[in-house]
């Protein structure tokens, strides 16, 4: 889009403009190779999610409910059979990466970072048949800017029932397409700004299909702010910094600063974790804790009176559903972690479907976990004492859990999740489509890539 040179476009850029130059400035050739890499590893780690996400019942009553009103079929939707055009795509897509409560988080902020942006930037490079280097270019354009917002916000805003995802998530989808798009410096301004009056998400939906309808809602609601913003919609100059904007209406304690802080030095992809299990972040410690001594003890659930955790404050506020009943539920139970942990070794989707959570096994367990908070023990910490009914205690205390930056999953195991993960709905495809996922910077264009994700 050619520059509109408006009055606010030549006054002194306030941080959303000085977001929207970074975003659309953006060149993959600046882009350190750590970084490259680790968007890589963030689009293997994401789409596995997608692709496993695409057959659950939330995504079919979106492409039920929502597909009759649609417009061509532009995009693939991972996972499915099915093609969308882009706006459905971005909305179906990005449920599908949420729903099983797999994909990364930047520990940090709290937020799945990935889920907005690739929900959004997929099907559009899909149409536009963009290649593999612009495509990681916007994503970490993209990456960079919700994670910036997400600390701008800081704590207060997710304390006070925000859930950041969403919230922060809408302005990376935003800022991804309009790299994209290529777009100016005025009409990534705007899309931020559409992007700031759409954006939504409440931690009361936690364990409902509704969770994930925000990263949807962020990925749509992001493509569809672009869209309008190269329509020359436009939306106020200052929306996020602003005396009435985006951070100090939605936060009691803001950081203006944190919003451009260290552009193109600092980079927020780097600080990203990817989950070895399929639950709540604030979950893993815990599990972590369970099936290691597991292991070293060869302990199973009849050999146990009590498994008793201390874990982190946010761990019981988000995830202290003593008796969960669906899969969904299970996801946000500390409870249902240990116990499965236990009895199973392990944490992956199986653990945390609707039979497992169901299970005489895994509810007699359960019912012996007890949590209490210990506020001298961090978010990736956990205590966990297991007395087995002969009177024998063990203890061990998880310092920091796989899948931290301490302790991170290596390529090798995000590939193996991602083939895990994907089997089901690609089949004898799986490991092409991971092949083209690791070669996605040199890739000469996405549609290729695109279309082996679909089911």
């Given at each position: 889009?050619?520059?509109?040179?408006?009055?606010?476009?030549?006054?002194?850029?306030?941080?959303?403009?000085?977001?929207?130059?970074?975003?659309?400035?953006?060149?993959?050739?600046?882009?350190?190779?750590a970084v490259v890499a680790e968007a890589v590893r963030a689009c293997v780690n994401l789409l596995g999610c997608s692709v496993f996400g695409g057959r659950h019942p939330s995504v079919d009553k979106v492409v039920a409910a929502l597909g009759p009103f649609g417009g061509p079929p532009q995009a693939t939707l991972p996972g499915r059979p099915e093609r969308a055009d882009c706006l459905l795509a971005a909305l179906a897509s990005g449920i599908a990466s949420h729903v099983?409560?797999?994909?990364?988080?930047?520990?940090?902020?709290?937020?799945?970072?990935?889920?907005?942006?690739?929900?959004a930037l997929l099907p559009l490079a899909e149409m536009r048949r963009a290649s593999g280097s612009e495509f990681i270019a916007a994503f970490v354009a993209g990456v960079e800017v919700e994670c910036r917002i997400a600390r701008a916000l800081q704590s207060a805003h997710y304390d006070q029932g925000w859930h950041i995802t969403g919230t922060a998530g809408i302005f990376g989808a935003a800022a991804a397409c309009s790299r994209l798009m290529n777009l100016d410096e005025d009409a990534c301004t705007w899309a931020l700004g559409i992007a700031a009056?759409?954006?939504?998400?409440?931690?009361?939906?936690?364990?409902?299909?509704?969770?994930?309808?925000?990263?949807?809602?962020?990925?749509?609601?992001?493509?569809?702010?672009?869209?309008?913003?190269?329509?020359?919609?436009?939306?106020?100059?200052?929306?996020?910094?602003?005396?009435?904007?985006?951070?100090?209406v939605l936060s009691s304690v803001p950081n203006p600063q944190a919003l451009t802080t260290s552009l193109h030095g600092d980079w927020e992809l780097l600080r990203n974790t990817y989950k070895p299990f399929a639950c709540g972040l604030v979950i893993h410690p815990a599990l972590d804790g369970c099936i290691e001594l597991r292991e070293r003890h060869g302990l199973r659930a009849d050999d146990i009176a009590s498994i008793e955790l201390s874990v982190h404050r946010l761990t019981l506020e988000l995830t202290g559903k003593p008796t969960p009943r669906t899969g969904l539920e299970g996801k946000f139970s500390v409870f249902h972690g240990a116990a499965v942990g236990i009895i199973d070794g392990?944490?992956?989707?199986?653990?945390?479907?609707?039979?497992?959570?169901?299970?005489?096994?895994?509810?007699?367990?359960?019912?012996?976990?007890?949590?209490?908070?210990?506020?001298?023990?961090?978010?990736?910490?956990a205590l966990v004492v297991i007395t087995t009914v002969q009177g024998?205690?063990?203890?061990?205390?998880?310092?920091?859990?796989?899948?931290?930056?301490?302790?991170?999953?290596?390529?090798?195991?995000?590939?193996?999740?991602?083939?895990?993960?994907?089997?089901?709905?690609l089949g004898l495809r799986a490991p092409a489509a991971l092949r083209a996922l690791r070669d996605l910077p040199s890739a000469a264009n996405c549609t290729d890539v695109s279309r082996l994700l679909a089911g």
């Amino acid at each position: 889009m050619a520059s509109t040179q408006t009055p606010s476009s030549v006054a002194e850029a306030g941080a959303t403009r000085l977001l929207a130059r970074f975003a659309v400035g953006l060149r993959f050739e600046q882009l350190p190779p750590a970084v490259v890499a680790e968007a890589v590893r963030a689009c293997v780690n994401l789409l596995g999610c997608s692709v496993f996400g695409g057959r659950h019942p939330s995504v079919d009553k979106v492409v039920a409910a929502l597909g009759p009103f649609g417009g061509p079929p532009q995009a693939t939707l991972p996972g499915r059979p099915e093609r969308a055009d882009c706006l459905l795509a971005a909305l179906a897509s990005g449920i599908a990466s949420h729903v099983g409560d797999f994909d990364d988080t930047h520990p940090d902020t709290l937020v799945h970072p990935s889920g907005p942006v690739l929900s959004a930037l997929l099907p559009l490079a899909e149409m536009r048949r963009a290649s593999g280097s612009e495509f990681i270019a916007a994503f970490v354009a993209g990456v960079e800017v919700e994670c910036r917002i997400a600390r701008a916000l800081q704590s207060a805003h997710y304390d006070q029932g925000w859930h950041i995802t969403g919230t922060a998530g809408i302005f990376g989808a935003a800022a991804a397409c309009s790299r994209l798009m290529n777009l100016d410096e005025d009409a990534c301004t705007w899309a931020l700004g559409i992007a700031a009056t759409q954006s939504a998400g409440l931690r009361a939906m936690f364990g409902s299909m509704s969770k994930s309808l925000h990263v949807g809602r962020a990925a749509q609601g992001g493509l569809s702010a672009a869209l309008l913003a190269a329509q020359g919609f436009t939306s106020a100059e200052a929306a996020l910094e602003g005396k009435l904007g985006f951070i100090h209406v939605l936060s009691s304690v803001p950081n203006p600063q944190a919003l451009t802080t260290s552009l193109h030095g600092d980079w927020e992809l780097l600080r990203n974790t990817y989950k070895p299990f399929a639950c709540g972040l604030v979950i893993h410690p815990a599990l972590d804790g369970c099936i290691e001594l597991r292991e070293r003890h060869g302990l199973r659930a009849d050999d146990i009176a009590s498994i008793e955790l201390s874990v982190h404050r946010l761990t019981l506020e988000l995830t202290g559903k003593p008796t969960p009943r669906t899969g969904l539920e299970g996801k946000f139970s500390v409870f249902h972690g240990a116990a499965v942990g236990i009895i199973d070794g392990a944490g992956g989707e199986a653990e945390f479907s609707d039979a497992r959570v169901q299970a005489a096994d895994t509810t007699a367990l359960r019912s012996r976990v007890t949590a209490r908070v210990d506020p001298q023990l961090g978010m990736e910490q956990a205590l966990v004492v297991i007395t087995t009914v002969q009177g024998q205690k063990f203890t061990l205390r998880v310092e920091h859990c796989i899948g931290s930056l301490e302790r991170p999953l290596s390529d090798a195991a995000l590939d193996a999740k991602f083939l895990a993960l994907a089997q089901g709905a690609l089949g004898l495809r799986a490991p092409a489509a991971l092949r083209a996922l690791r070669d996605l910077p040199s890739a000469a264009n996405c549609t290729d890539v695109s279309r082996l994700l679909a089911g």
